[in-house]
Nanobody, 130 residues
Framework: QVQLVESGGGLVQSGGSLRLSCDVSGFAVKDGYIGWFRQAPGLEREGVACIGGSAGSKYIHDSMKGRVDISRDISRDKEHFTAYLTILKAKAEDTADYYC???????????????????WGQGTRVAVSI
């Protein structure tokens, strides 16, 4: 059974950085992607970044390039690893609930839609203070 648990959210000052974690279990590293998405109040969910495959290929959506980084730690075992999203130089518009999700094929994550991705974490809230 796949489980994803986000952590690391909280209050960050404008211009500061924050690292979010997604603890993944029951999903082999080689078997697809982990995507980070966010949803701000009153807005639709949007894709932030993806990481996956044996090589750890990274993809950051255009609107987020230069402002986030995605990485992972696969040192534990093949089906228990952690994916990270680091928010760099936070802005007020980064205030949102952040979610990680599994994408076996990577397509939905790369498109930034999240459609068809059935395994999601509960989310972690980020608030940026001005």
């Amino acid at each position: 059974q796949v489980q994803l648990v986000e952590s690391g959210g909280g209050l960050v000052q404008s211009g500061g950085s924050l690292r979010l974690s997604c603890d993944v279990s029951g999903f082999a590293v080689k078997d697809g992607y982990i995507g980070w998405f966010r949803q701000a109040p009153g807005l639709e969910r949007e894709g932030v970044a993806c990481i996956g495959g044996s090589a750890g290929s990274k993809y950051i959506h255009d609107s987020m390039k230069g402002r986030v980084d995605i990485s992972r730690d696969i040192s534990r075992d093949k089906e228990h690893f952690t994916a990270y999203l680091t928010i760099l130089k936070a802005k007020a518009e980064d205030t949102a609930d952040y979610y990680c999700a599994k994408d076996p094929l990577g397509v939905s994550c790369l498109r930034g839609t999240g459609i068809g991705m059935n395994d999601w974490g509960q989310g972690t809230r980020v608030a940026v203070s001005i």
